[in-house]
Nanobody
Framework: QVQLVESGGGLVQAGDSLRLSCVASGRTFRFSTMGWFRQAPGKEREFVAAITWGGSTYYADSVKGRFTISRDNAKNTVYLQTNSLKSEDTAVYYC??????????????????WGQGTQVTVSS
């Protein structure tokens, strides 16, 4: 069984920062790409950022320059530093891990492992 537990969300004002964390357990994620997605009310879940085991990072255009993804493989933890938050960043943020052989950018995410999500609310 795979478990992903997110934390760090909250209610902040525009321009503020939050650091989200996701702890993985139940299997070895050392060689896995890990990603963050988000879902705003009434919208589809969208890709935010991903990081490979080797440290290569990928970002959605909407967060480039403001968000930073990082990981601590020894702790099976991935982080998302969110800076200069905007009202449009308001969403539930989910940590996800694709199974081996499935890219994090796959359109079909039904096989992904997901956390329960953490709410980020940005007031303007």
């Amino acid at each position: 069984q795979v478990q992903l537990v997110e934390s760090g969300g909250g209610l902040v004002q525009a321009g503020d920062s939050l650091r989200l964390s996701c702890v993985a357990s139940g299997r070895t994620f050392r060689f896995s790409t890990m990603g963050w997605f988000r879902q705003a009310p009434g919208k589809e879940r969208e890709f935010v950022a991903a990081i490979t085991w080797g440290g290569s990072t990928y970002y959605a255009d909407s967060v480039k320059g403001r968000f930073t993804i990082s990981r601590d493989n020894a702790k099976n933890t991935v982080y998302l530093q969110t800076n200069s938050l905007k009202s449009e960043d308001t969403a539930v943020y989910y940590c996800a891990v694709p199974p081996p052989g499935v890219p994090v950018g796959a359109k079909d995410r039904s096989s992904f492992y997901w956390g329960q999500g953490t709410q980020v609310t940005v007031s303007s």
